[in-house]
């Protein structure tokens, strides 16, 4: 069982890159979300989405783009990348918005020069 | 905006020892969850709350959701090194899907 997956596992780039990190769900879910992770912080909602076609601003949204054209792919574009992006990125689904029971992937570490 | 404060922040146990840890708010929320996270891994679902006063056990966890639907607890019984991890507490308001998260507890079991 696939669950969250997420590619790639380590990105270093360089300021002012733009990248895209890739996440997918084999379990049909229609809830998918995007967190970053910094030391101290805990988890951040950065992007969610209900549903195929709809997409919402989490807690911190800037720098980033996010689209929803399938159940299963839910990608997070950095635009142009600065050294504040520079963190541990988690993608997560659950069934639906009434059932809060997250699964996460393995996450990406993003290093930004 | 909504915070979770969780505590203690890290906590240095022996093996066999019980472990405690919470997260208290001064919002209202409808759902608790606990999580904890390996190195290197991405979090998983311990237990899941879904009513205030609800006590629920899973395995050697127990968690509670607060009767003022503001605080959860998380209790550990018998640590295990296996134990050893990130655990963050996290909680909805309810419809919209998203969750908050606090900070995290890391423990830390000697042998």
């Known amino acids: 069982n696939a669950g969250v997956t997420q590619t790639p596992k380590f990105q270093v780039l360089k300021t002012g890159q733009s990248m895209t990190l890739q996440c997918a769900q084999d379990m049909n879910h229609e809830y998918m979300s995007w967190y970053r992770q910094d030391p101290g912080m805990g988890l951040r909602l950065i992007h969610y989405?209900?549903?195929?076609?709809?997409?919402d601003q989490g807690e911190v949204p800037n720098g980033y783009n996010v689209s929803r054209s399938t159940t299963e792919d839910f990608p997070l574009r950095l635009l142009s990348a600065a050294p504040s992006q520079t963190s541990v990125y988690f993608c997560?689904?659950?069934?639906?918005?009434?059932?809060?029971?997250?699964?996460f992937g393995q996450g990406t570490r993003l290093t930004v020069v | 905006g909504q915070q979770l404060n969780q505590s203690p922040q890290s906590m240095f146990i022996q093996e066999g020892e019980d472990v405690s840890m919470n997260c208290t708010s001064s919002?209202?929320?409808?759902?608790w969850l606990w999580y904890k996270q390996d190195p290197g891994e991405g979090p998983v679902l311990l237990i899941a709350?879904?009513?205030?006063?609800e006590l629920t056990s899973n395995g050697r966890l127990t968690a509670q959701f607060g009767i003022t639907r503001k605080d959860s607890f998380l209790n550990i019984s018998a640590s295990i090194p296996s134990d050893v991890g990130i655990y963050f507490c996290?909680?909805?308001?309810?419809?919209?899907?998203?969750?908050?998260f606090g900070k995290g507890t890391k423990l830390s079991v000697k042998p």
């Open positions: 919002s209202i929320f409808n759902t």
């Open positions: 996290a909680a909805s308001e309810g419809s919209q899907g998203n969750l908050i």
């Open positions: 709350l879904y009513k205030a006063g």
């Open positions: 989405s209900v549903g195929a076609g709809i997409t």
């Open positions: 997560a689904s659950s069934s639906d918005t009434w059932n809060l029971e997250a699964f």
